[in-house]
Structure formats: C-alpha cells, structure tokens
C-alpha cells in the first residue's frame, strides 16, 4: 500500500477509533494521530480486587506518531478511571486503601507503548502484513481497585484487505485483524506469568463520504487449564459505532457488548480524532 500511495499520490489512512483492534495502515511519515475519549461501561469487573461496578473512563488518550512510510510508535492509556462500587468482595484478595462500604473509587490507568511496523503492502490478490509490539507501564495503584499495576508485553500481527470502489483515498470496506500473544504477569503469584492469546477481528465500511460503520470483536483468551491467575482473565468485548467527520476531524460513537464472563455487560464509547498535516522530519 506504501508504494501503491507514492506512486498514484494517495495516503491511505488507518482509521482506529472506536474500534481496538489495530490496523495495518500507518500514519504519513512526521505527522500525528491525536485521539481522546471518554467510555461508559456497567457491571465491569476486577476479580483482583473483588470489585463489580459501573466503570468511566475520562480521557481515554491516544497518540501517534509517523516515524516512516511504514513504522508508527503510539502511547495510549487512560486519565482517570473512575468506579461506582456496586459489589465488593470481604475480604479482598488484595490489601485496598478503603473500606469495606466504599461506594467510589477512581485511579489513573496503565499506559502502553508501542511500535506498529507495516511488513506488507496489499495487493490485488494478496492482505496487507503488519507487526505491533508493546509493553503496558505500571501506571496504577493496586490499593485503588481499578489497575493491576503490573508491567505486561504482547506482540501481534496485523493483517488487512480493503474491498470496493474508493471514495477519494479510502475504500468502501477496509476488513483488518490481528493474533498475538500478551505476557502478563500475574500479580498475586511470585516468579508466574500467563501467556494469554490476543485477538481480534474488525471491518469499517464507508456508507457515506463522511460516514463509517465501524465493528468488531476483540479480546484476550486465557490459554492455562482451568483458571486464569487473578487480574489475567480472558477477556472478550463487541463493539459496533459510527465515524462520522466534520470540521477536520473525525467524530465516533459506538456500543459496547461484553462477550465473556470477566468483560463489562454493555457500555458506550465517545471520542474524536484529529490527524495533523506534517509537524516534523524524520531522521533518515
């Protein structure tokens, strides 16, 4: 797709937000994807910690950053999570900073780094190939309930296809997917980790030139017999949304459906993206 763009003048644009799972498509080289949200989501869970409420997300952050044609670094992570504590387990498998009876509790979230490398243009016939590694930082406060405040890395491969006709630079269906697996370090057990799978599968479909569909199913998958070390589970959501753009940037909405056992029950996501023109050069 790189060549592709150079040769007929056209960038094709990774488009993320509202989905998770991740596209081939990278940013143009020195340019920034700025992206900010806020998520709504009831009855999530944290095993962890023994609690079960209904969790805001404010500033759901992402940024990245186009290094070339085909390598993106990203940060992503969360301002403030915040908890309305519907159900608490006594006693708490984790030692907390509140009391039994606390009805709210907020902490910031765990950010991740991460380098997206395009491996692959796509061709007629043939997807594109990508590769994504990262680590998650210890960014939280246990005591608080929310994070886990553990230091995870996971590696995935990117694979993309669009289908039909273009509107100007983009297609009318863009189907993208990843596999991968994530370390996590569990916190409760000393020397253990669980190896867990990572997956997802994700299609925007343009309906209008400033509107997309936007699906997708995207989780984690415990790969141990029997149960996850706590604060490990598998996890699963669905989310289905619009992109919508207007005034140089790009608006979504979407909603959220839990699909496994330790996921949030429902929940919905706003957000917008701003994607500068050109802000530095490269080193070569």
Not at 181 to 197: C, H, K, M, R, S
Not at 257 to 283: Q, W
């Amino acid at each position: 797709m790189v060549s592709c763009a150079l040769v007929c003048g056209l960038v094709a644009e990774a488009q993320q937000r509202p989905l998770i799972t991740e596209d081939v498509d990278i940013i143009p080289p020195g340019s920034l994807r700025i992206e900010a949200g806020i998520d709504f989501l009831q009855d999530a869970k944290f095993p962890l910690a023994g609690l079960q409420g209904d969790l805001t997300r404010v500033g759901v952050i992402g940024v990245s950053i186009g290094l070339s044609p085909n390598v993106e670094f990203q940060i992503e992570g969360v301002a403030q999570n915040v908890l309305s504590v519907n159900r608490q387990t006594v006693p708490s498998p984790i030692q907390l900073g509140f009391t039994p009876g606390t009805t709210t509790t907020n902490d910031t979230g765990d950010f991740t780094l991460s380098t997206k490398i395009k491996l692959r243009a796509e061709t007629r016939n043939g997807p594109s190939l990508g590769f994504r590694l990262g680590v998650q930082l210890p960014n939280s406060n246990q005591a608080r309930g929310i994070g886990v405040n553990q230091t995870n890395a996971f590696g995935t491969i990117l694979v993309g296809k669009k289908f039909g006709q273009r509107f100007g630079t983009e297609a009318r269906v863009n189907l993208f997917g990843n596999l991968g697996i994530g370390i996590l370090t569990a916190p409760l057990e000393d020397f253990t980790q669980n190896d867990v799978l990572l997956y997802g599968i994700a299609g925007i479909f343009r309906i209008h030139r400033q509107f997309n569909l936007a699906a997708e199913i995207n989780g984690r998958a415990n790969t141990r017999n029997g149960r996850a070390p706590l604060g490990t589970e598998s996890q699963s959501e669905a989310r289905l949304g619009l992109q919508i753009k207007a005034s140089g940037l790009r608006f979504d909405i979407a909603g959220i459906a839990g699909l496994s056992e330790f996921s949030p029950r429902s929940g919905v996501t706003f957000g917008v993206t701003y994607d500068t023109k050109s802000v530095f050069t490269p080193a070569k």
